[in-house]
């Protein structure tokens, strides 16, 4: 059963770069897409970005298409989200989610998610 913790959120100012981890600790994340969500305070929750079971494709929201990168590596059992020069508005709570389906932009399409991870951008 897939098993999702996220992890590398923190506080960071304006301009600087974090890299989220998505760790399977249940070892089935192979046969997956894997997607990356967030919710701002007062905001529904909205697709950030995906990549697909063996990491070959990828998909992005528009607000972070040229900023975040999502990358897959299966022998880890890791997804992983680049988020480079970062912005206030980038606040939220993000979480990862495990799905059958690729790419999946509807939360309600993804079966497993994780506990989420914390990001806060200082300007």
């Known amino acids: 059963q897939v098993q999702l913790v996220e992890s590398g959120g923190g506080l960071v100012q304006a301009g600087a770069s974090l890299r989220l981890s998505c760790v399977d600790s249940g070892r089935t994340f192979i046969r997956y897409a894997v997607g990356w969500f967030r919710r701002a305070p007062g905001k529904e929750r909205e697709f950030v970005a995906a990549?697909?079971?063996?990491?070959?494709?990828?998909y992005y929201a528009d607000s972070v298409k040229g900023r975040f990168t999502i990358s897959k590596d299966n022998a880890a059992n890791t997804v992983y989200l680049q988020m480079n020069n970062l912005q206030p508005g980038d606040t939220a709570i993000y979480y990862c989610?495990?799905?059958?389906?690729?790419?999946?932009?509807?939360?309600?399409?993804?079966?497993?998610w994780g506990q989420g991870t914390q990001v806060t951008i200082s300007s």
């Open positions: 990549v697909n079971w063996d990491g070959e494709h990828t």
């Open positions: 989610a495990a799905s059958l389906n690729f790419p999946m932009l509807d939360s309600k399409g993804y079966p497993y």
